[in-house]
Structure formats: C-alpha cells, structure tokens
T-cell receptor
Framework: LAKTTQPISMDSYEGQEVNITCSHN???????ITWYQQFPSQGPRFIIQ???TKVTNEVASLFIPADRKSSTLSLPRVSLSDTAVYYC???????????????FGKGTKLSVIP | KAGVTQTPRYLIKTRGQQVTLSCSPI?????VSWYQQTPGQGLQFLFE???????NKGNFPGRFSGRQFSNSRSEMNVSTLELGDSALYLC?????????????FGSGTQLSVL
C-alpha cells in the first residue's frame, strides 16, 4: 500500500509563496495525485489534481517529477485565510482482496503569519 | 447546486450502542465514500459505494458497514461502539467515473462515544 509523507507543520508570512511536498513512493501507475485543504470543523475541499509534470489553476500549482514518487503543492502569495491543513491523496492500487485503497497523508498544518 | 449533506452534525452515544449516519450526495453523483478522521490517525478511508454496490473498502473491522440507496443517498452504520470510535465521520461524493477523482466532502458528523 502506498504511504504518503508530508511535513507536519509549516509557517509562512503573508505574501510569500509556500511549497508543501508529499512523498508517495508506491503510487499506482495509473493513479492521480490530489490535494485538499481543510479548515476546522469542515470537510476537506479540493484544491488541485495532477498525473505528471505541472498543473496550474487559479489557486495553486502542482509539480510532479517524472518518477512521480513525490509532488509539491505551491501556493502563491499566501494570505491569513490560507491557514489550514493540507492533505495529499493518492491511490494505492488494488489490494489482494480486490479493493482500491485511498490514502490521505497526515496533513500539513500551514500557519500564515501577518 | 446543493452540496453534500451529512446528518446529524453531532452525536453522543455510549459504548456498546450502534449508530447510523446519513449522507446525501450532490445531485447526479453516483459515488459516495466514507472517512474517519481522528487527531491521532488523520483521515482514513472506510469504504466507497457506487450505484448501490460497495466498490472499495478500507481496513476497518466489520462493525463498520454501509449501504447506498437507489437515489445515491448513503448510510454508514457502526455497531457495538467502542471509545476509540469517537471521531469525525466524513462522507464525500463524486461522479464516480474513476476512483480517485475530485471529491466533494460534507461537513461531517462528530461522534462521541462515552
């Protein structure tokens, strides 16, 4: 089963770019990498998803190297409202029992400082 | 378009009891997945239903079960509650075309087992 590893916490000042890296050494060949943001007392919210190279949307960029064993979420010019927990999600492929596993990382708690 | 709705929002039970949680997905979504979130273990995948069939399953004991109705609404049941079952239970819906596609989460049900 794939395991994901992320830094437990990060601090950043407002206006800076933040990069959060997730390691996923055993990602399935055909699986996507997805990042979510979670505020207290709320469910996670989709940020971005990618398979390889680079993906960019209106809120973030996702960098995935050729070996796909890691990915980096980049948040440009963070603000106080970006203070949240960020999770990366990958699939583990099919287990022996035929079930497809989904593994969330432990999450990275980002604190944005004024 | 209404989001994912989970009821109840809060629940208090005692050990040995059973509990049923409900999830109404976004209209048109056929996949509903369930997750357990605790401070120690983070977000863990329970199971996923698609068109009334359990399609994927995580590593939880048989006390945790679920079902999905023809209108895609889903229920999760936990029998013989243990103190360690205290957690935030989240459900997410998606179109269900691929397993790891964009998930839309509800706000969760906070279960406390006394």
């Amino acid at each position: 089963l794939a395991k994901t590893t992320q830094p437990i916490s990060m601090d950043s000042y407002e206006g800076q770019e933040v990069n959060i890296t997730c390691s996923h050494n055993n990602i399935a060949t055909n699986d996507y990498i997805t990042w979510y943001q979670q505020f207290p007392s709320q469910g996670p919210r989709f940020i971005i998803q990618g398979y390889k190279t680079k993906v960019t949307n209106e809120v973030a960029s996702l960098f995935i190297p050729a070996d796909r064993k890691s990915s980096t979420l980049s948040l440009p010019r963070v603000s106080l409202s970006d203070t949240a927990v960020y999770y990366c999600l990958v699939g583990d492929g099919y287990s022996g029992a035929g079930s497809y596993q989904l593994t969330f990382g432990k999450g990275t708690k980002l604190s944005v400082i004024p | 378009k209404a989001g994912v709705t989970q009821t109840p929002r809060y629940l208090i039970k005692t050990r040995g009891q059973q509990v049923t949680l409900s999830c109404s997905p976004i209209s048109g979504h056929r996949s509903v997945s369930w997750y357990q979130q605790t401070p120690g273990q983070g977000l863990q995948f329970l199971f996923e239903y698609f068109s009334e069939t359990q399609r994927n399953k995580g590593n939880f004991p048989g006390r945790f079960s679920g079902r999905q109705f023809s209108n895609s609404r889903s229920e999760m049941n936990v029998s013989t509650l243990e103190l360690g079952d205290s957690a935030l239970y989240l459900c997410a819906s998606s179109a269900g075309v691929i397993v790891n596609e964009k998930l839309f989460f509800g706000s969760g049900t906070q279960l406390s087992v006394l």
